[in-house]
């Protein structure tokens, strides 16, 4: 599967996750982030460019409560929980934020 | 005369049997396994050219191998007492979901080429041949079993219903037509050493800041420790407790019960995951190579004991299989039961009076237990009978004050399954899982009427997940399911003994 933007092409999963990480820029993640029916705000970019950071180094998705502290120390204490990550991503963080982020999608039994 | 002494049948809900409705689910399939997933797990990387053949000499060997196989094909009399009793098909009212229908796709092409009466008149023996139509049917239909078995409890012959979904399956895989969820993730067990694929390093850091977050709540030094050679205990659970929740908090739960009890245990960052989805898709081979993984890490680390976490395929796996697969475990301390499963540690903790318990710190919940398939009908724990369904709810009701049951035959032996179970717990398949937690959501809802409850405690990272999920389709909140070892977690007092 794939999708247009800007003239150019971007090859995804069947779910509609990039398939190559390097394709990933702002504007993709706007176009994916309209097909989530996410409004991307300032909190949600700081939760995907977490994730991109974490995804480098260490090549998964953080962990809930990794995500949840990050975020906290980020936006604010009362930020730094999994509800507030879900008013966010309603999906769920971990899904919905990494597809996003450009990220594969985390699988298991999650 | 005087009257005859019995009891007047108590009003059932309505509907009893689910009105039949054909095809309901035929759009329901899940995303096949690309090339290079099947590649790695050996099995070809598309539908074989001469798949009908290679299926039926797969199916021939299959028998051969497992005899068990062979009576569950033949066994069946089609009396019906298995239709009603799948929460798949009271979910989705598809008449292909009947367990003995849904059997019926695979017998029928046994009939057809294994039986006398089949080779000569099909016709008259429901014998069919392997047509694209129905190999369409089988990936359709055995991707809604979940291998549950509650089907099997009701049967008179005692078919394994979930055996014939598993060789079904291992067929499929056999032809190039796999499963894209299970098998992508049996690719990373075997590549980097768990399902969600977390490297070392990440779970290295991941288990740090759980350290972190348990000094920062309780003021107690709590170890998570991972690769520690020469420790007593090698906890292998299933690696969503590292990643999501509510399943961390299990594991906080583990860490602290271990703490508390002076046990030295670790984690392995090679065997990092207690699933074993080689189960779910009926392969040996990789249930094997899986298993064989917590040997190594086992030997590796020098450990005296294994304890399973939270996961019930996993200790189904454990249980019943790890002795053939991966065995003798002659070189574990023969006192302690291998492998041991986390609730009989933290059990048998409780009953020596190891662990100092404030059950009000749970009075803000009021508890039910959701048994988990595998679990249930396919394990045990502790030393006597029944030991799988007492265990947990002791250990609950040693910790926390309000606990009620579901409806008797929701639950033990007859548990429902969360409907995510199988290698099923994927999205492609959510109206599936939706539809089948219907009959766990129905019993919910009853003694969330009759008795508040608010939180469903349960012992398998597959049902935490499917039902954080699914609750809110049905008017709960995600958070009302949570591990066992949750609630011993907010229990538990750390420090010195009083």
Known sequence: MSFELNGRTYDTDEEGYLTNLADWNEDVAGYLAREEKVDMTESHWEVVNFLREYYNEFQIAPAIRVLTKAIGKKLGPDKGNSKYLYELFPYGPAKQACKIAGLPKPTGCI | ?498
């Open chain 2, 1 to 498: 005369m005087a009257a005859p002494t019995f009891e007047t049948p108590k009003f059932r809900d309505i509907p009893i049997v689910p009105v039949l409705m054909p095809q309901a689910m035929a759009a329901s399939r899940p995303f096949v396994a690309a090339a290079p997933i099947q590649q790695a797990l050996g099995f070809p990387g598309e539908l074989v050219p001469d798949w009908e053949q290679k299926a039926i000499a797969k199916l021939g060997e299959l028998l051969g191998k497992y005899r068990s196989l062979r009576v569950y094909l033949d066994a069946c009399v089609h009396c019906g007492a298995c239709t009603d009793k799948c929460h798949y098909f009271i979910g989705t009212q598809d008449p292909k979901n009947m367990p003995v229908a849904r059997q019926d796709l695979l017998r029928s092409v046994y009939r057809r080429h294994f039986t006398v009466a089949g080779k000569l008149f099909p016709k008259l023996v429901g014998a069919r041949d392997l047509t694209k139509e129905l190999l369409d049917d089988w990936y359709t239909y055995f991707n809604q079993c979940s291998e549950c078995r509650r089907c099997s409890v009701f049967c008179p012959y005692g078919i394994d219903t979930a055996e014939i979904t598993m060789a079904a399956k291992e067929i499929m895989n056999s032809i190039g037509l796999g499963q894209k969820y299970t098998n992508e993730i049996l690719g990373k067990v075997h590549r980097i050493g768990n399902n969600l694929g977390l490297p070392g390093p990440a779970l290295e850091d991941t288990l740090l800041g759980l350290e972190e977050d348990i000094a920062a709540d309780t003021g107690v030094e709590v170890k998570l420790p991972l690769d520690a050679k020469g420790a007593e205990v090698l906890l292998v659970t299933p690696s969503a407790d590292f990643f999501s929740e509510p399943h961390v908090e299990s594991l906080i739960g583990y860490a602290k019960v271990f703490h508390q009890a002076g046990i030295s245990w670790t984690l392995s960052s090679h065997a990092s995951e207690a699933g074993n989805f080689g189960m779910f898709v009926g392969n040996y081979e990789q249930m094997k190579k899986i298993s064989l993984r917590v040997r190594q890490a086992a030997l590796e680390l020098g450990v005296k004991r294994i304890v399973v976490g939270e996961c019930g395929h996993a200790w189904r796996v454990a249980y019943s299989f790890w002795n053939t697969l991966a065995g003798p475990w002659d070189f574990l301390d023969s006192r302690y039961p291998a492998p041991q499963h986390i609730c009989e540690v933290t059990h048998d903790l409780i009953q020596r009076g190891a662990l100092t318990l404030d059950k009000e710190a749970n009075d803000h919940r009021i508890i039910t237990f959701h048994d988990s398939c595998n679990v249930a009908r396919a394990s045990r724990m502790g030393g006597t009978p029944g030991g799988q369904f007492t265990i947990p709810r002791e250990i609950i009701k040693s910790v926390a004050n309000h606990f009620h049951d579901m409806h008797p035959d929701t639950i033990g032996e007859k548990t429902f399954c969360c409907g995510g179970g199988g290698g099923l717990l994927t999205d492609d398949l959510m109206e599936l899982r939706v539809k089948g937690a219907l009959p766990r959501m129905e019993a919910l809802k009853q003694v969330v009427d009759e008795h508040k409850v608010n939180f469903m405690a349960t012992i398998c990272a597959i049902c935490k997940a499917q039902f954080s999920k699914v609750l809110p389709y049905y008017g709960f909140d995600m958070s009302m399911v949570g591990g066992v070892h949750q609630l011993v977690s907010t229990a538990i007092r750390l420090g010195a003994k009083e």
